[in-house]
């Protein structure tokens, strides 16, 4: 006898329930539902959790409040007169600047040209580097812009 010569037994009952196990027909899998299907994969919960927690290190968070008020000295030179104050509250005022939540925003920073805030005097807002040149202040600028950090050369010993 040779496995090319034999043949199916005729007297063989089908049985293709649950397959698997000894059971019987839902071989240890329940009645129905997606963990008694064939191929099942349930997705684990805290693959989930972990999957958006991100990949890259470090510390990202940034140094700069969220609630920066940004406004152009062109706006506030059409506003106000020489001689008068600029505050947070005279730019909520006169509507340059809206408030925020109620309150009259702290953060405010004056962006753009040196010369035209020359003849107003500022109080409590901020500048960035081209208008806080030119500008009288009585306060100090309460946010600091960072400054550059110069990188030392490595120096390389010769024979």
């Given at each position: ?9 005729k007297?063989r009952?089908k049985r ?61 030179s ?5 001689g008068e ?6 730019l909520?005022?006169?509507r ?9 925003p ?12 020359a ?9 960035t ?13 309460e946010v ?16």
């Amino acid at each position: 006898m040779q496995s090319h010569t034999l043949t199916a037994s005729k007297n063989r009952t089908k049985r293709r329930v649950g397959r698997g196990g000894k059971r019987g027909s839902f071989s240890g899998r329940g009645i129905k539902g997606q963990k008694a299907r064939a191929g099942r994969k349930m997705r684990p919960e805290l693959r989930d959790i972990i999957k958006k927690i991100p990949k890259h290190k470090g510390y990202r968070h940034s140094y700069r409040p969220s609630n920066i008020v940004t406004v152009r000295a062109s706006s506030i030179s059409k506003a106000f007169k020489a001689g008068e104050t600029v505050t947070p509250k005279t730019l909520v005022e006169k509507r340059i600047v809206k408030r925020l939540s109620g309150r009259v925003p702290t953060n405010i920073r004056i962006l753009g040209d040196k010369k035209l805030l020359a003849k107003l005097d500022v109080n409590g807002v901020t500048f960035t580097g081209e208008s806080k040149s030119n500008a009288k202040t009585k306060a100090k600028p309460e946010v600091k812009v960072k400054p550059e950090v110069k990188t030392k050369a490595t120096k390389t010993k010769t024979k």
